[in-house]
């Protein structure tokens, strides 16, 4: 994840994903966007949509994690 400081290490807390259309088969490929929902420094929570080229949505999903410091 792009929002970790060096020395942070992530502990996953939640994550969900909910099916929504089949891909076809002769699909060549799937795009998935996602963006952060929620940050703070010490939790994030995720956000993806999985789609066809058409649009057309495949799936939904989330995910919390806690972020923690590397204690030596």
Not at 61 to 67: E, L, N, R, Y
């Amino acid at each position: 994840m792009t929002l970790l400081k060096p020395g942070e290490h992530l502990l996953s807390t939640d994550l969900s994903l909910r099916f929504l259309n089949a891909a076809p088969i002769e699909a060549d490929h799937l795009i998935a966007e996602a963006r952060a929902a929620y940050a703070d420094p010490r939790k994030v929570v995720t956000e993806v949509t999985v789609s066809l080229p058409d649009g057309r949505a495949v799936a939904h999903g989330t995910a919390a994690v806690s972020i923690r410091r590397r204690e030596n």
